[in-house]
């Protein structure tokens, strides 16, 4: 299509309309040079979206819950959307047939935006896309968003440490206790579900849990204690229990300034990442410049050593920045 | 023990005294303040020891291959350095009895330096301490370096990154077909081992990685074609065919000159790395100044985009630069 300018696709994002936010996606996404653009003139119209991750490993459900809780929300006449950073989600095309239909009774709701998120390439740029694209979400409108993100590897976490509350799926029968400890997930969950609650071991599942967790430990008083939820979300059993978790974690994180201090962390890395990035792509263009080769160069030789090399490098890009 | 100064820790760990080698890679690991010191001092006393970084998911023998890799060389009149950085090693201290009776063999042994790295803490300070321990092994006199890692996660792929020649190793019946792809080992490997090769479906492994690798398809001529060696190196079987492998692909990267090129591009990683780290310390400084929080204040206030705030950041740093 042809493209309207910013300020206009901003203004229809804002109006709740599809195409506009689906657009400003896709320039944040293909880190278009209009992207400084897009955020100066999202950045004022801020609400605050209520961002809800959703984790866990390939299998437990994530996008039958994520669905579920889409339609407990859409009843408590919340609007939706969902970011799915999943290569699995059949939001992002990759999964089974079944899934794909299931989810397909959203697509047709003018509350709910649902967006896939490539994770082809490298992960770099998708956790620098989510936030961005969770403030395209929010301007158009979005009391909640939902983040779908596979629970394995250092890159996904990072992007459930985008959320408000994170909420980590396990399903019976999978081993998922030692897989959870190894993805480090049991650091991250604010609220455990465990789905396919109507199988043989969730119990134990939800026991081990609980043991991993040290919820049987004393926590001090106003300490949150993340709750296990068991769920069959293909049969949408116990997802409002998990909406009453979710809104119990955020009513616990504004009534002790969590949940301010979590956005305000969060900013706070986003802005160091992209001044990191920009200091690094200042070295980039050293690299181009044949700077850094030279330099690499003499440590091989043996005539410099590395820190007194990249000593000349920063002096480098400092030099260049006080030029500019 | 009282400290010796720099200069002498590295002129005895030239002459190869363990206690020396020892001292100095433990003053690289804990990022001591005289680390720039012992890389200025190491730098001129370069010898280029060829560095083989072995991989492998667990379970697959890395220890038990790399003993016998050691051994290898040992009889052909090399010295040998090993630095483990798998935390299931027995040189670090986590594995089977077994394992670490059969590998104290080399610790008697004077040509012959074991070193493990902690994988504790986080993994950036390991690929970080990597190369420069494998700087410390050749001054003092290492003609082989062997880096042993699990084959699990970016950091471990970016450790073996610091080899001029990386061995993977598989074993039968461990799906490591579809693990290696997973992991990314398949494109990181310039000599495959299958080891546990007396075992069932050792050969249905090797078909399954040479189809994997595409080794039936024609390559450019002067191209390197990965070789898959079979080893049981628990009896020391194949091992001398692994090292005539290792040797081979020593002599392709000489006379391709890609063994220069491959050092250049870890030394410009390296540098660069440390040149980054340094202009992000002075990030961390601004967050010490507050000057993070303030503007990330800010963005969540909607009264800034976060790449604005991320200018007023690279500002800071630059005029910080100029000041110093």
Redesign the interface.
């Known amino acids: 299509m042809a493209d309207a300018d910013v300020p206009t696709l901003v203004e229809q994002a804002r109006q709740g309309r599809p195409r506009a936010v689906a657009r400003l996606i896709s320039l944040i996404e293909g880190d278009s040079p209009r ?2 653009e897009v ?2 003139a ?5 609400q605050g979206a209520y961002v809800v991750g959703v984790t866990g490993s390939p299998g437990v459900g994530k996008s039958t819950s994520t669905s579920a809780l889409v339609s407990a929300y859409r009843r408590a006449g919340k609007r939706v959307g969902v970011l799915a950073v999943d290569p699995s989600s059949p939001f992002s095309g990759g999964a089974l047939l079944g899934d794909r239909i299931r989810m397909s009774e959203h697509a047709s709701d003018p509350g709910v935006y649902i967006r896939s998120m490539a994770t082809r390439g490298h992960l770099g740029g998708l956790a620098w896309a989510a ?2 694209a969770i403030r395209v979400l929010d301007v158009a409108g979005c009391d909640v968003v939902i983040v779908e993100t596979v629970g394995v ?2 890159s996904e976490v990072e992007i459930a440490a985008q959320a408000d509350t994170t909420m980590v799926l396990l399903a019976p029968g999978m081993g998922d206790g030692i897989q959870a400890a190894k993805a480090g997930i049991l650091e991250i969950g604010d609220v455990y579900v465990v789905n396919k609650a109507d199988r043989e071991g969730a119990d134990a599942t939800a026991r081990e849990l609980n043991h991993m967790l040290g919820l049987g430990e004393a926590r001090a008083p106003g300490d949150w204690r993340p709750p296990i939820v068991k769920t069959v979300a293909a049969r949408g059993e116990g997802t409002d229990e998990v909406v009453q978790a979710l809104e119990k974690h955020r009513a616990w994180m504004e009534e002790h300034g969590v949940l ?1 201090e979590r ?3 969060r ?2 890395g ?3 990442t ?3 990035t ?3 792509a200042r ?1 980039g263009d050293l ?1 181009g410049d044949r700077r ?2 030279a ?3 003499r ?2 030789a ?10 000349e ?3 480098g ?2 030099e260049r ?2 030029g500019a």
């Open positions: 992207l400084r955020m100066a999202l950045a004022p119209l801020a936030p961005q590897g250092q301010a956005r305000m962390r900013a706070a986003e802005v160091e992209i001044a990191v920009a200091l690094r070295i690299h850094l080769g330099l690499a160069e440590v091989v043996g005539e410099l050593d590395p820190y007194a090399a990249a000593d490098l920063v002096a890009v400092t920045a006080a």
